[in-house]
C-alpha cells in the first residue's frame, strides 16, 4: 500500500496516470503507509466461536490448548531455559 494511494487512485499529482491497474507498474513516488500492515496473530475460529456465544447468551467457549497441560513448543520451552538460565521469571 502506497502512501500516496487515496480512494480516486493515486493522489501525488507529480505521478503518472496508470491506464492498466491490472498489470505491474512502477512509480517513482511509492512511499509505503505505514499503517498498511495491522500486525499480531488473530485466531479468527476462536473469535467466531466466541462471537456466535454471545449471539446465543452462551458461555464463550475455553481456549483449546491450556498452557498447564499441553506440552510447550519448542520456542516455548528454549524460552524457559533461557529464563531459568538467566534467573528470570517462568
Known sequence: MCEHFGHRGCDEDRAESQSDTEKANFCDYFKPATDAYKGGYQDKSQRAKA???????????????????????????????????????N
Not at 452462551?58 to 533461557?82: M, S
Open 51 to 89: 462471537e456466535l456465544a454471545a449471539l446465543f447468551g452462551d458461555a464463550p467457549p475455553e481456549q483449546e490448548r491450556n498452557k498447564e497441560d499441553a506440552p510447550l513448543t519448542p520456542a516455548e520451552l528454549a524460552e524457559k531455559k533461557l529464563r531459568e538460565m538467566l534467573g528470570g521469571n
